[in-house]
């Protein structure tokens, strides 16, 4: 069965007819090529794949395209403004928050979605917040860091 | 997946009439357990029926003693919810420890409790408070509803509105998490109030039970130490690589005592 | 120090691209007319193929083509890249390690057929269809049942599960040593089986150019040039020239993409037959039953000591699972990568160590972060507590009795390597240091007034890395050289691109090796680019893995550069009317010292180009310059690790309470990118430790097949760390460097369950495997006081 989705991605409206198994990180990877969003699991774990679905975070392996009709998608790729790097994404690269790079986009748009809920994370909070994001690189440590120095920019901004 | 036809309705009833008039469809709620499943060819549907755009599903009340959760309210509106914090701490605490952040931006009570996952946690605490689900066409007593593993007392084409939970004086949950996947290994949600005393266990056994002895303890002295010496019998629990049901069993008694602490016993 | 050179914290260029999403890794390629292939896998662990039939699934939507091994049969198998000998001389046993099976599935996951269609959908969907008349096998997965006389072969043709038996040492001077010993201290242990799971899945996509007979390979690869020599000259029959291998961003790989798969050979094969591009990409629970797994050792090990402690001599027996073929690496993984290691830091006189290498029906094994060194590191750390607690001797005391001392560098091992430089003791007082060894008995007690049980660890590892001496490797069995080869090329304009064969899939390279390179030449960084992971771009390479980027990629890029300054001195020299020899090169500048005379050094980069005052009968233009370097030895990090835990008793919960490691790495290139390295490391040696196990059952099933049962860690399940460093250069290279990549994953997992014995000492518990998860430690806790 084809289904008429129809969504705003990163601020453009988009529409497509899609197959109605397509996933939405399928759709994004895919149809409109915004290959930020990673697949690192099938069993909804890893959190790769995790985008903002009306600001919030879920995972994007886990949802059908057709069931974000009609909603805001944020990606990775939206994150930054143009050429200057969001706070987040600038303090994962002072605190070296990210090797491979693999999970780091779902990690970053895991954060900012912390930060949404809890603008001064404790380093506890921190963690247990990143229960649904793997890093098999950077050990968390700076990942941690790099959290809580992008929240302490994002206060300040 | 498998193909499938995919249905959105804007009503409850429109998604009942979706329900009754398809072969073998399956209502989506968060989605959490069914798309995996799907994911690996273990689940197929005819019709894919999306709740999500189900507004008469969603949403929480509290009033006549009661806490009222829709359907569709999903994990992370529970956790944050600052009235079922006032009313029944321990129910917001529970919803707050279910999965991960985006698992808990997605998954829904009714999901939960209609898939009945021996592990979940919500079965704990609708049968530790003694709560209500209301379906489309009847209420059901939490202790009627969980049926066995994976199985509860919903009909074919039944479907979950609201779960009603009454306030307790005292509630606390305490779970051992599967390191692997953070379902519950053992849960315990115990609470205390007028009506008496209620103890109830997952992830131990096929499906959420009830431990008679302990609740009696609690209702003689509501203390961690009431519990401290009463075990469960490992005869029926689970085992898989992460805990035997010996394991399982002792669990059931250290989180039984800290549930209790944490209700302030 | 510049501000971008040796030893500068420099942010790395890599990220610009990978915190915007715009990494370009291998799944997010997509070819014009790309076809996608699904493989269908074995459910059996053993069994013979009775028979298979396609043509149901060859009629499925969208279904181009459906291949078995007996359409590949004009192609060769797998190749292994190493060959053991047993101790009597004898090779190994080396059974075909077919593509597709031929007539019978030997683990769970064997790829048996594969489809490919106009989606993945499609080829799955027809995939269902395929028939496969299965006759099941008894499986054999447990070790001790593999090498047993009567057990169910494997490979029939082999006759028996054991690959080889393998020796390194006397065992009668060994013998000897043990008869005469005061003390012997003994252990049986498993070193468990991981997966490795970079968090990128593996992919690979072939394409092929009838036109040229050009063949691509685009593949999740931490060594393009070696998948390319193996798959062409082996495998498929291809010359290098016909054959392009492509890594573009790996997502990690942790030895797990070293090796070569089938799957590169399916979807290049099937590309040239269909004339079509074809894409796999593995489903992560398709990653736990095809990617090789790691360790997976069950030793039994003694250690014989004097009366004051003094190690006399040690004694090993493994066995070591190679699971149902042999992986590119596996054979020189427990042998050489194990055997030569068991010295550790101390000046042990005598050591024997036996190991069989046992077929299983299991998904393969080969090397995993450590390779080898963990499981030398682990079994010799958990003696070396055994016998402290034995003799009463503090642990730390123990060790410092026993370390080689610095004035006995260069040192010679009894099991084959030379040391060449190391100081044991500053690590290991630097680390217990930090870790406030001494306020532990306060921290302990304050611990049980909460109903907790408190412990501390030490592991003091050494790992051989910097791989290898070609000809040492050569003679140890290795069917390749292990050297690195770097280009650099200088542009006109003086910027700089170095073509290196080691990869980055993580580990920072493009912001590691500019820093070589802008201290060398003086040059800005910013007008530096490592261009790597591409056989078309880069000479040739044997990649990155065994911690060897900086210590041999490094040095051979050093050595590129130390004949560009050669030949820029020769124009300087021209240009600046000077004698060769009198040029120097400081800063970015050739100059004529005690003179004004100075050319910089884009100047002579431009003359090089445009060489209209230049000495062309002398001198070719271009400044292009290639070196390829061989290590005379392996580099020896080495360091101390202190772990404290804290045990819940009533759940058997263990908390990592700190940790704290202190590394002799030699030089270090980037202080930050180092300390991640070791962070990471540190938290694969944890999980090993406390969470992770590759599980399977009887029939040889994998139960921990998805990431609902294998513990991954995550962020909650670690602290942070203290990590600092001491510093004893290598001597035989020019960087001094020693590599950083393995150190973590090798010296924490024994570091953690010393600090477990520890703490449960005192309820009894004496005996403990990996993973130490809750079940595991109440159990130990149960029956020790019921005993």
């Known amino acids: 069965m084809t289904v008429a989705i129809s969504m705003t991605i990163n601020g453009q409206s988009v529409s497509a007819d899609v197959d109605a198994r397509t996933l939405l990180v399928d759709f994004l990877r895919v149809n409109q090529r915004l290959t930020g969003t990673h697949v690192g699991c099938d069993t909804s774990q890893c959190g790769a794949c995790v985008v903002h679905v009306n600001g919030k975070s879920v995972k994007s392996c886990t949802m059908l395209a057709a069931q974000a009709s009609d909603a805001e998608v944020t990606t990775i790729e939206g994150v930054a403004n143009g050429g200057e790097l969001h706070p987040m994404q600038a303090a994962f690269r002072d605190n070296h928050g990210l090797q491979c790079g693999f999970c780091t986009p779902g990690v970053i748009m895991s954060a900012l979605d912390l930060v949404s809920v809890n603008s001064d994370p404790s380093e506890q909070e921190i963690r247990e917040w990143l229960e649904g994001n793997l890093c098999r690189c950077t050990g968390y440590h700076n990942i941690v860091k790099s959290i809580q120095a992008g929240a302490r920019a994002m206060r300040e901004a | ?109 009714g999901g939960s409790i209609a898939n009945s996952d021996p592990s979940a946690d919500y079965p704990a605490a609708l049968v530790g408070l003694g709560a209500t689900i209301n379906t489309n066409s009847r209420s059901i007593a939490a202790d009627d509803f969980f049926t066995g593993m994976f199985d509860t007392a919903l009909d074919e084409n039944e479907i979950i509105t609201q779960v009603s939970f009454p306030i307790p004086d005292a509630a606390g949950y305490s779970k051992f998490p599967n390191p692997a996947s953070r379902y519950a290994v053992v849960g315990v949600f115990v609470s205390r109030s007028s009506d008496g005393v209620r103890v109830a266990v997952t992830g131990a056994g096929p499906s959420v039970f009830r431990v008679a002895e302990m609740e009696a303890a609690l209702a003689d002295s509501f203390s961690a130490a009431s519990v401290a010496g009463i075990s469960v019998s490992d005869d029926d629990l689970n085992s898989d690589i992460h805990a035997s049901a010996e394991y399982r069993a002792h669990l059931v008694t250290v989180m039984a005592k800290r549930a209790v602490q944490k209700a302030g016993g | 120090m510049s501000g971008t050179g040796i030893g500068a914290s420099v942010r790395r260029t890599e990220d610009l691209r990978f915190v915007r999403g715009a990494g370009k890794y291998t799944d997010d390629m997509n070819l014009l007319g790309q076809t996608y292939a699904y493989i269908l896998r074995s459910p059996h662990a053993h069994a013979t193929i009775n028979s298979i039939d396609t043509s149901a699934a060859s009629q499925g939507d969208g279904v181009v083509a459906v291949f078995t091994a007996e359409d590949m049969a004009a192609i060769g198998g797998i190749p292994c890249g190493w060959q053991v000998h047993s101790k009597d001389g004898s090779p190994m046993h080396e059974p075909k390690h077919p593509v597709l099976a031929e007539g019978k599935v030997r683990h769970t996951g064997d790829p048996v057929a594969v489809v490919i269609a106009e989606s993945r959908s499609q080829a799955r969907d027809a995939a269902e269809s395929i028939e496969v008349d299965y006759g099941v096998l008894p499986a054999v997965v447990d070790m001790n049942d593999a090498v047993t006389a009567d057990s169910t072969s ?156 003094k190690f006399l001599a040690l004694r090993e027996s493994t066995l070591a699972n190679m699971g149902a073929y042999l992986s590119t690496f596996a054979p020189c993984i427990p042998t050489y990568l194990h055997g030569t290691l068991l010295a550790g830091q101390y000046a042990t006189p005598v050591i024997y160590c036996e190991v069989k290498a046992v077929f ?58 030379v040391y060449d430089t190391g100081d044991y003791d500053a690590s290991l007082s630097k680390a217990l240091d930090s870790a406030d060894y001494a306020g532990f008995a306060a921290r302990k007690a304050s611990s049980k007034a909460a109903g907790k049980l408190r412990g501390i660890g030490i592991s003091s590892y050494i790992e051989a890395c910097g791989i290898a001496p070609s000809n040492v490797v050569g003679s140890l069995g290795a069917r390749a050289g292990l050297y690195e080869a770097a280009t650099i090329r200088v542009n006109p304009t003086g910027s700089v691109s170095v073509l290196t064969g080691s990869h980055s899939h993580g580990q920072g390279h493009e912001t590691t090796f500019a820093q070589v390179v802008s201290e060398k030449l003086g040059i800005d960084f910013d007008s530096i680019e490592i261009v790597h992971g591409d056989t078309d771009k880069i000479p040739f390479g044997m990649g990155t893995y065994g911690s060897r980027s900086i210590a041999v990629g490094g040095t051979a890029i050093v050595n590129a550069l130390d004949k560009i300054i050669a030949k820029g001195k020769k124009i300087a020299a021209h240009l600046l009317e000077a004698s060769e020899a009198d040029i120097e090169f400081e800063d970015g500048q050739f100059v004529v010292p005690g003179t004004d005379k100075a050319k910089a050094f884009g100047e002579v980069a431009l003359t090089a180009y445009v060489p209209h005052q230049y000495p062309l009968e002398e001198l070719e233009p271009g400044l292009e310059e290639t070196a390829f370097y061989d290590p005379k030895n392996f580099t020896f990090p080495a360091g101390t690790y202190v772990c404290e835990v804290e045990v819940d008793p009533e759940t058997g919960v263990v908390d990592i309470a700190s940790f704290h490691a202190t590394d002799d790495f030699g030089t270090i290139i980037n202080p930050m990118i180092v300390e991640g390295q070791v962070h990471g490391g540190l938290v694969q040696g944890i999980g090993q430790a406390l969470l992770e196990a590759a599980c399977y059952d009887d029939n040889g099933q994998l139960l ?59 309820v009894g518990v004496t005996e403990l495997d990996m993973p130490a998860t809750p079940h595991r430690v109440w159990q130990a806790i149960r029956s020790a006081q019921a005993s």
């Open chain 2, 1 to 109: 997946m498998y193909a499938f036809d995919y249905k959105s309705p804007s009503s409850l009833s429109e998604a009942a009439d979706m329900l009754q008039s398809s072969d073998d469809g399956v209502l989506l709620a968060g989605g959490h357990t069914l798309l995996p499943t799907m994911k690996q060819r273990l689940a197929s549907a005819s019709d894919l029926i999306d709740l999500g755009g189900v507004s008469e599903l969603r949403g929480i009340s509290v009033s006549g003693g009661q806490v009222t959760i829709g359907a569709m309210t999903t994990h992370a509106e529970v956790a944050a919810s600052s009235e079922v914090a006032n009313a029944i701490a321990a129910l917001a605490d529970l919803a707050g420890g279910i999965g991960d952040p985006q698992v808990r931006n997605a998954g829904t009570i």
């Open chain 3, 154 to 309: 494997v490979h029939d043709d082999v006759g028996t599960n054991i690959c080889y038996d393998w020796a390194l040492g006397d065992p009668e001077v060994v013998d000897e040593a043990f008869s005469n010993a005061a003390h012997v201290a003994s252990l049986d242990l498993v070193n468990n089986r991981l997966i490795p799971n970079a968090i990128e899945p593996r992919c690979a996509i072939g394409d092929f150019d009838q036109a040229t007979g050009q063949y691509t390979l685009h593949t999740t690869s931490q060594n393009p040039h070696v998948i390319r020599l193996l798959m062409g000259a082996f495998v498929l029959g291809v010359p290098e020239h016909k054959l392009r291998v492509h890594a573009p961003d790996v997502g990690g790989g942790f030895g797990s993409k070293i090796f070569h798969y089938a799957e590169e050979i399916i979807v290049t094969w099937a590309a040239a037959q269909l004339n079509r591009p074809v894409k796999w990409t593995a489903d992560r629970s398709e990653s736990f039953i095809s990617d090789a797994h790691g360790r997976d050792h069950v030793t039994k090990v003694e250690l014989a000591l004097d009366e004051d402690g």
């Open chain 3, 360 to 417: 299983t029906n299991t998904v393969p094994v080969d090397a995993y972060r450590g390779a080898g060194r963990p499981e030398a590191t682990y079994l010799l750390e958990r003696i070396v507590q055994v016998a402290a607690d034995q003799l009463g001797m503090d642990p730390a005391e123990i060790r410092r009795r026993n370390f080689i001392q610095p004035d006995q560098f260069p040192y010679q091992t009894p099991v084959a390597l």
């Open chain 3, 704 to 762: 921990s097949g998805s990431y609902m049962d294998y513990t991954m860690p995550r962020a909650a399940d670690v602290p942070s760390f203290s990590v600092d460093t001491t510093v004893t250069e290598c001597e035989h290279n020019p960087l001094g460097v020693k590599g950083c990549g393995e150190a973590g994953a090798i010296g924490s997992p024994p570091a953690v369950i010393n600090a477990i014995l520890n703490a449960l000492a005192e």
